[in-house]
């Protein structure tokens, strides 16, 4: 997450359910993805799967083109819930503060974070201190917004759970030790959602609170490749509702699997 004063919002970070019902959906408004030419796609089973495929594209010539990033990722340990982003809002299950679930849908990659002072990519990058933490407390004015703690009142981000050096206040957590912001619920909707991440996975099996998570040679490769001139975006959908989107949303053709 981003500091407050450069002002950079994020959102909700990191019992199997009824999948969620949804309908042949709208395509995207006109222009939405038409300036972006990087595009992260992550692709699940199912809407309460905890795992999924990444792949990568970047548009050539007006055509998205197959890049070689790509890999195993973890997702949310309910699965998956629709989010807030540059999407139109969708029917069926919609991802709220606490739920256990990634948010689905297409979002913008604002900046870069991590512990080190510097990180091997042109993406904005945020070096993070022991003070700072994405607010996950809903009825906080800072409420899906990274911080310095020290500049704010006490009651605005006293109880909040996520520290952004998870390696100082976790026992040497290194899950955040490199990430990018997925820019999910943008406005800051109270309890829609806060503090969403790409980051560094535990294990291959290890669920997220809501982040998607990878490998680290996945991620660094990621941040090397993107380019915040081509305005980076991010797209998750289980595997069905990606076929039904596929031309409405005019998304780029997987890579078939072996």
């Known amino acids: 997450m981003r500091l407050l004063a450069i002002s950079v919002l994020i959102l909700t970070a990191c019992s199997t359910t009824t999948a969620p019902n949804s309908k042949t959906l709208p395509p995207?408004?006109?222009g939405l993805t038409g300036n972006s030419s990087q595009l992260i796609v992550v692709i699940s089973d199912h809407w309460d799967a905890t795992q999924g495929q990444l792949y990568s594209f970047e548009k050539m010539h007006n055509r998205w083109q197959t890049q070689p990033m790509s890999g195993a990722v973890t997702l949310g340990k309910k699965g998956l819930a629709w989010g807030l982003g540059l999407h139109p809002v969708q029917s069926g299950l919609q991802k709220t503060e606490?739920?256990?679930?990634a948010p689905a849908g297409l979002f913008t990659l604002s900046g870069a974070f991590g512990y080190a002072t510097?990180?091997?990519?042109?993406?904005?990058?945020?070096?993070?201190q022991a003070d700072d933490f994405c607010i996950d407390v809903a009825t906080s004015p800072l409420y899906n917004q990274t911080v310095a703690r020290r500049?704010?009142?006490?009651?605005w981000t006293a109880n909040s759970t996520e520290p952004m050096r998870r390696d100082l206040h976790l026992n040497g957590d290194q899950a955040y030790q490199q990430g990018l912001?997925?820019?999910?619920?943008?406005?800051?909707?109270?309890?829609?959602?806060?503090?969403?991440f790409m980051h560094l996975w535990q294990s291959p099996d290890s669920a997220t609170a809501g982040c998607t998570a990878m490998a680290k040679p996945q991620l660094s490769a990621l941040l090397r490749w993107l380019d915040p001139a081509k305005k980076p975006l991010y797209l998750l959908l289980p595997k069905?509702?990606?076929?039904?989107?596929t031309q409405a949303w005019q998304?780029?053709?997987l890579p078939s699997t072996p």
């Open 98 to 101: 606490g739920d256990g679930r």
């Open 151 to 155: 500049k704010f009142q006490l009651a």
């Open 28 to 30: 995207l408004e006109a």
């Open 118 to 128: 510097t990180l091997a990519t042109a993406m904005p990058y945020q070096a993070m």
């Open 251 to 253: 998304l780029p053709e």
């Open 240 to 245: 069905q509702q990606y076929l039904l989107l």
């Open 181 to 196: 912001f997925i820019d999910h619920n943008p406005k800051n909707i109270a309890g829609a959602g806060s503090c969403i």
